[in-house]
């Protein structure tokens, strides 16, 4: 077995990327394993990352922590960003009520038919190759349009949006807590961050003079008594939502389509029956989960289990492995989607519950079905299969699959 000092390298060695979940399992076994840094520790099993998730002291504020409270030039985001994901109450329950005022149901089940036909878009583009590279034409682009669409964007911005949104996901590897050190492409990321911020708040502002029947003009509108989200939080939001609702989405449908295209069997029973779509989605959300990786910071000291944390500390929580703890899950390492033990932590937990995962499950719920429906004999070219760099958000960056034919896209919708 490894020394528990090699775990964490063995982690972020990209060699582990197609399959980090032996690593994940030495980690769970060896918690709570302490940061190198010594300011702070790992956790992996289900009962400590969902008490960590539970427990109000412990923040998401990341300014907090000893590593972003420093110089702001050598954080991986800036400190006064004001975004949901990263603030507390009182201040988080003040723009999560503003936000959930425009991110309803109601707006979800409004974009059904746009998804539709979005996906058929795809399909048909693919049809006379023979071969789609899923990532490229099916999995980037419809969450994409869908974000870009509920937001307003001007379809000429989103190729603009899009390529400075690409890299942002590394922020969310937790390199400063284990090595004290930024993932790489810091410098970049900080510009793109800027960027995109600028974008928005020019946005919010031309959509406050002139509303449209979008969600940056909701929320822009949005007042519940009295309040309402300042210029800043709007445009720090807006960005949040187009990253967090497109790049997750992304790496779901790559998974899921990844794990039926490798169980071909429970490819088929989806055929047959269309309604499976939602347990496959949740099974690929527990055993291949688009987000591996949660932290937390610990404002003041505190005495978590047995574990004593020092204010200013960083709490990793690997929740991949968490959603394959043996001690949570009959048989936690197969993947089977009528598992009746199938609760996860991929969109989170408590307070901070995903404000998307209603969207992204719809948008799973079409996609899934449709896809197995209209590709008549998909196989997928394993050799083309990669594996993205992120360490905390995983997904792909190629996968081919050949096809005979293509069901015309009259076929009545499965769901
Ligand atoms: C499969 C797709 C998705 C996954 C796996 C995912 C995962 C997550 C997770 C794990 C969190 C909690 C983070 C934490 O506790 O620190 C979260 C929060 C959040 N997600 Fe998602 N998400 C997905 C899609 C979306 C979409 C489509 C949107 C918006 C359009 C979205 C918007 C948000 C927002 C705004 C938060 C912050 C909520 C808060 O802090 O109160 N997500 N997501």
């Known amino acids: 077995m490894q020394e528990v000092s090699e775990l964490i390298p063995t982690l972020f060695d990209q060699r582990t990327r197609p399959d980090p979940y032996p690593c994940y399992a030495a980690l769970r076994e060896r918690e709570p394993v302490p940061l190198a840094t ?8 289900f009962a400590s990352c969902l008490a960590a998730l539970r427990d109000r002291r412990l923040s998401s504020d990341r300014t907090v ?15 006064e960003i004001q975004s949901l994901l990263f603030s507390d109450p009182p201040d988080h329950t003040r723009l999560r009520r503003l936000m959930s005022h425009a991110f309803t149901p109601g707006m979800v089940e409004r974009l059904r038919a746009f998804v539709r036909a979005r996906i058929d878009d795809l399909i048909d583009a693919a049809a006379p190759a023979g071969r789609i590279e899923v990532v490229g034409g099916l999995a980037y682009p419809l969450p994409l349009s869908v974000i870009g669409h509920m937001l307003g964007v001007p379809g000429s911005d989103m190729k603009w949006l899009h390529a400075r949104s690409m890299v942002l996901p590394r922020a969310f590897d937790p390199a400063m807590a284990a090595f004290g050190t930024p993932p790489p492409g810091h410098a970049e990321r900080m510009v793109a961050e800027r960027e995109m911020n600028a974008y928005f708040l020019e946005l919010g502002r031309r959509r406050l003079r002139s509303p449209g029947d979008d969600l940056v003009s909701e929320l822009a509108m949005v007042s519940a008594d009295g309040d309402r989200l300042s210029e800043r939080e709007l445009a720090d939001n ?10 997750t989405t992304v790496n779901l449908i790559d998974n899921t389509l990844l794990a039926l295209l490798r169980h071909p069997r429970e490819a088929e029973r989806l055929r047959a029956d269309p309604h499976r779509a939602s347990a496959i989605v949740e099974e690929t959300m527990r055993w291949d989960s688009p987000v591996q990786i949660l932290q937390r910071f610990v404002p003041r000291d505190l005495r978590f289990g047995e574990v004593d944390l020092r204010a200013g500390d960083i709490v990793v929580l690997l929740t991949a492995a968490a959603q394959r703890d043996p001690a949570a899950f009959a048989d936690a390492d197969a993947f089977l989607p009528d598992r009746t033990d199938g609760r996860h932590l991929g969109f989170g937990f408590g307070a901070h519950f995903c404000l998307g995962a209603a969207l992204s499950r719809m948008e799973l719920g079409l996609l899934a079905p449709r896809f197995f429906q209209r590709l008549v004999g998909p196989v997928l070219d394993e050799s083309s299969v990669r594996y993205r760099e992120q360490v905390a958000l995983r997904g792909l960056t190629r996968m081919d699959v050949d096809f005979t034919d293509v069901r015309p896209r009259e076929l009545a919708w499965p769901l």
Do not use: K
């Open 38 to 45: 010594g300011r702070g520790v790992m956790l992996g099993s």
């Open 238 to 247: 807006c960005r949040l939502l187009l990253n967090a609702g497109h790049e």
């Open 65 to 79: 922590s000893w590593a972003y409270s420093g110089d702001p030039a050598a954080t991986t985001s800036r400190p």
